[in-house]
């Protein structure tokens, strides 16, 4: 009883803080606190927006200018490890890259034109020279960075002075580096294209003077023409596959209602003329005898002049003109009389004929593209039939005849052509794994779908808060409030206050229940049915200790 009496009195005993009514209270409210501030914790970390990539690999200005935008217009905003991108939350990606594209965010680092806004009084000649070229060099770049698959360009040109002399002129050249996206590749049809685009924009700047590069070092144009200066066209290639394919397109689907859909596999191939070929002939027929002729005219003149031959004795006197006639003073009888002069003759004759000529003038021009030769392969499956009754797979292989149509057919859809040496072939083999039951395509996995990953990391997020949730209220809060709790459930118990004379039964009785009451708190560490007993024994010996204890209790002194 004295031991009782030396723990319950407080001049004797003295309790700790922690052991005190205002020290559990705090402790208490500390306590929920805590547990309140780490669930509000939780729940704050739960409704944090995700962020998305707003932009990256910017410039230091860019960057800045970007900042300062999206502070004014309060969209939060952080970046990523190492300040390579600038975050913002997912929801508002797509708008802030409007309302910044609005402004002219993000510029980049290239400068084009608008370097020449700013154009100083003053400036030397070979200064507006190299802003020029700079801002050329900076518009180029934007152009290239348009496309889809690069993410960065670089332009340098090369621009040679202006010269008088024909033999010092030289060409411009240009060098173009490409950072593409990850995972992207150009082909040769969109690397023409920059080629071209460069060329185009530069004057006098030839298609084999502009060189393309990307990020690792690879030669994406053909800049020295290994082809001889010529290079093959990328359209080239797209222009044969599509007739092999069309041809392949027309066979399959002419003989598939013959044989069954699965039952043919088709192969062409095309061999295509690029040659554009411009011809100008000019043809004279011969045009002699004895093939009939066309006289165009004829012309023909005569003269004639017959001079008379050299007489008489040579010298002077031969050549002083006959006197006159005079008859012979005599006559011998019998003499042949004098043989009278000859006049004198001239002949000449021209004739002209002018003949019709035959003459073939022939321009000829032959399109590029055309067909030289056409090679096509055909592979008829054996024809597949199945028993009604015993539903037995029977493969049987195609008659003479019905390869024969099938090659008749497939001249037609071809467009065969014997003397452009076109060959064709057509076979009836079974093909393997025709009678196996087909697949269905595996499902793709649903771990594979980034949609999946997604769903899965928002759900788990949730999952985890309400487990963290649960933990600190049943294990946490729940405990801690149990005390309160009861307290206010004793409290609840207490009868309406009377107001009458208090009988002493009355009076010992609440003075036992006080004291009942405090020695359960007094003595947290015995047994429940031991307090019980010890608070109801000190309640009916000395109510006068039990009621000191509960004024100290309640004052809150150690007195």
């Known amino acids: 009883m004295a031991a009782a009496q030396d723990l319950l009195d407080p001049t004797t005993a003295q309790p700790s803080f922690a052991q005190s009514p205002m020290g559990r209270n705090f402790l208490l409210g500390l306590g929920l606190a805590g547990v309140l501030a780490l669930m509000a914790v939780l729940w704050m970390w739960g409704q944090q927006p995700e962020y998305r990539v707003l932009f990256s690999n910017f410039t230091d200005r860019d960057g800045g200018a970007i900042t300062a935008s999206l502070e004014q217009m309060g969209v939060p905003h952080k970046f990523s490890e190492g300040g390579a991108a600038i975050m913002v939350p997912a929801d508002k990606v ?71 002399f024909v033999r010092d002129v030289q060409k411009p050249t240009a060098s ?118 066309a006289k165009r005219s004829e012309q023909t003149s005569e003269a004639g002049s017959t001079p008379l031959p050299a007489s008489g004795v040579p010298g002077a006197l031969s050549n002083q003109p006959p006197g006159g006639a005079t008859a012979p003073l005599t006559t011998v009888a019998g003499a042949p009389a004098p043989a009278p002069a000859a006049a004198p003759a001239n002949g000449r004759r021209d004739a002209t004929i002018n003949y019709e000529l035959d003459k073939t003038i022939r321009y000829e021009q032959k399109p590029m593209g055309g067909i030289k030769r056409l090679s096509v392969g055909v592979l008829v499956n054996h024809r597949r039939s199945v028993d009604a009754r015993s539903g037995r797979v029977t493969v049987t292989a195609l008659t003479a005849a019905e390869v024969a149509q099938i090659t008749s057919l497939v001249r037609e859809a071809m467009g065969f052509n014997a003397e452009r040496g076109d060959t064709l ?135």
């Open 176 to 293: 173009v580096l490409l950072n593409l996206q990850q995972g992207r590749v150009l082909d040769a049809g969109q690397v023409s294209a920059i080629v071209h685009l460069v060329a185009s924009s530069v004057p006098e700047l030839p298609v084999s003077n502009v060189t393309v590069v990307d990020q690792n070092g690879n030669l994406l144009s053909d800049a020295g023409g290994k082809l001889g200066g010529k290079q093959l066209d990328p359209n080239q290639f797209k222009y044969v596959s599509q007739i092999q394919q069309g041809i392949v397109k027309q066979v399959e689907s002419l003989i598939t209602p013959l044989v069954g859909p699965g039952n043919v596999r088709a192969e062409a191939t095309a061999d295509i003329d690029f040659a554009q070929v411009d011809t100008a002939a000019e043809t004279y027929k011969p045009n002699s005898q004895p093939a009939p002729s």
């Open 94 to 164: 797509h708008d802030v890259r409007l309302k910044l594209a609005a402004q002219g965010l993000p510029k980049g680092g290239n400068v084009g034109f608008e370097l020449m806004e700013n154009q100083k009084l003053g400036v030397s000649q070979f200064h507006e020279q190299v802003n020029y070229q700079r801002s050329l060099e900076g518009e180029l770049a934007r152009s290239i960075q348009s496309l889809a698959a690069v993410l960065a360009a670089r332009v340098h040109l090369a621009l040679p002075k202006p010269s008088v």
């Open 425 to 559: 072939t057509v076979t009836n083999a079974p093909f393997d794994g025709v009678d196996r039951p087909v697949e269905a395509p595996a499902a793709t996995a649903l771990l594979d779908n980034p949609e999946s990953w997604a769903l899965a990391k928002q759900v788990g997020k949730w999952l985890l808060i309400a487990l963290a949730f649960g933990f600190l209220f049943f294990r946490v809060l729940r405990p801690m409030l149990r005390p309160v709790m009861r307290r206010i459930d004793q409290i609840s118990d207490v009868p309406a206050y009377v107001p009458q004379a208090r009988s002493a039964e009355y009076e010992e009785q609440a003075a036992r229940e006080r004291a009942a009451r405090e020695a359960l708190d007094s003595q947290q560490n015995r047994g429940y049915r031991e307090n019980l007993a010890l608070a109801k024994t000190l309640a009916s010996n000395d109510p006068r200790v039990v009621a000191n204890v509960v004024k100290t209790w309640v004052g809150g002194s150690n007195e």
